[in-house]
């Protein structure tokens, strides 16, 4: 989904963004081959506690809303849990992971060069990968991955157990992107499965 007066929403996510990189200690762009988390640099997971942040949680909060609404969930609200920017330089990429104890993971491109490297999203089901045969040309149906090519201006959804990715970046441009966790309030589950949150 692209996001409506994206560009002048950037241009003031990117100056806090870059703002912060001189200020905070963040999570270092690591080497490539570095056997830690990811190899991009991260920002503090605390964005969405900033007032200058307001305009993007508001975002994000809404898209969070929409998507839990379409699958006609039973919430009494929905809340961020974690907001942090991530800087992608050329040949950095981002290992595969998941988003544990949340509802609903996104991310959003405030500078996404083409060839910054494709968010790519792993088919769960183990025994999908038994069998794999060559294809003429990949569909949904017929792959055990699924990309989704950054587009500036843009935010993405998912379940936060999907396992996910970032393919390396190509471009001598940075990707910047804005990863956020969402998960719900109110009474969740149903009975003998149930949880106040």
């Not at 981002?94 to 790519?120: E, F, M, Q, T, W």
């Not at 999203?121 to 950054?150: C, G, S, W, Y």
């Not at 990715?165 to 499965?193: C, P, T, Y």
Request: charged share 20%.
């Amino acid at each position: 989904m692209t996001v409506s007066g994206a560009k002048s929403l950037n241009r003031k996510l990117l100056a806090i963004i870059q703002q912060l990189r001189v200020s905070e200690n963040w999570l270092p762009n690591e080497e490539v081959d570095d056997p830690g988390y990811g190899q991009q640099a991260q920002s503090f997971a605390n964005l969405h506690y900033r007032e200058d942040f307001s305009d993007f949680t508001k975002i994000a909060l809404s898209s969070g809303r929409s998507v839990l609404d379409f699958l006609k969930f039973k919430y009494t609200d929905c809340y961020i849990t974690d907001c942090w920017a991530n800087v992608c330089r050329k040949g950095e990429s981002h290992r595969a992971h998941i988003h544990p104890n949340n509802i609903l993971s996104g991310v959003y491109y405030a500078a996404a060069p083409k060839g910054c490297g494709d968010i790519v999203f792993d088919d769960p089901r183990a025994q999908a990968k038994v069998l794999i045969p060559d294809i003429l040309e990949p569909t949904m149906l017929n792959t055990h991955e699924f990309r989704v090519e950054p587009v500036e201006g843009s935010i993405i959804l998912f379940p936060s157990w999907l396992n996910h990715r970032v393919g390396v970046s190509q471009s001598s441009q940075e990707r910047v992107s804005i990863s956020f966790n969402i998960m719900l309030r109110g009474d969740i589950g149903f009975e003998k499965a149930s949880a106040k949150l």
